[in-house]
T-cell receptor, first 113, second 113 residues
């Protein structure tokens, strides 16, 4: 069975641009979460979606948005990119049993110049 | 505030030696606890998890962790380290009210031959 897949794996943007990152969860998982991992730090929670509804949001500015589609895949959008948005963006899926157990993808490495 | 602390930023051990990585949590109630491993440029792989019950939990790749309520700790151990264990290790905690995993800052493990 395929795990969590993310695209693109690497991308380079310039300040002020916007970016869209995509994620497909494990088959059967209805919950998708997004995390930002800055170099040298632990992942920080951005969003959680379940059944296309936002269930949680971390301490990130409104430039960050996300959505979940009927097939449970998800997009993370970041507008007006800043240098500080350079990070590894991780998507994770879960079966929403309420245990917090997450299965992570390989991530999308975003570099903002 | 709810938090996860990994006191050791960097640990070096010789191949074949034992390993213990420390993790402490600060929560009002006992959260669900996890250890993840991350190889360079990769996503996070779940090593083991603690929900309740037996305080010594076994994981993949020969790792185990012991939950100690009195010390608010969930330390990761391995009896004999292999060179392939060199990676970044993250402890994480989950409570249902927050709908998110809270990660520690990570411990980088270096293995010398």
């Amino acid at each position: 069975d395929a795990g969590v897949t993310q695209s693109p794996t690497h991308l380079i943007k310039t300040r002020g641009q916007h970016v869209t990152l995509r994620c497909s969860p494990i088959s059967g998982h209805k919950s998708v979460s997004w995390y930002q991992q800055v170099l040298g730090q632990g992942p920080q929670f951005i969003f959680q979606y379940y059944e296309k509804e936002e269930r949680g949001r971390g301490n990130f500015p409104d430039r960050f948005s996300a959505r979940q589609f009927p097939n449970y895949s998800s997009e993370l959008n970041v507008n007006a990119l800043l240098l500080g948005d350079s990070a590894l963006y991780l998507c994770a899926s879960s079966d929403n049993r309420g245990t917090g157990e997450l299965f992570f993808g390989e991530g999308s490495r975003l570099t903002v110049l | 505030a709810q938090s996860v602390t990994q006191p050791d930023i960097h640990i070096t051990v010789s191949e074949g030696a034992s390993l213990e990585l420390r993790c402490n949590y600060s929560y009002g109630a006992t959260p669900y606890l996890f250890w993840y491993v991350q190889s360079p440029g990769q996503g996070l792989q779940l090593l083991l998890k603690y929900f309740s019950g037996d305080t010594l939990v076994q994981g993949i790749k020969g790792f185990e962790a012991e939950f100690k309520r009195s010390q608010s700790s969930f330390n990761l151990r391995k009896p004999s380290v292999h060179w392939s264990d060199a990676a970044e290790y993250f402890c994480a905690a989950y409570t249902g009210t927050a709908s998110k995993l809270t990660f520690g800052t990570g411990t980088r493990l270096q293995v010398t031959l």
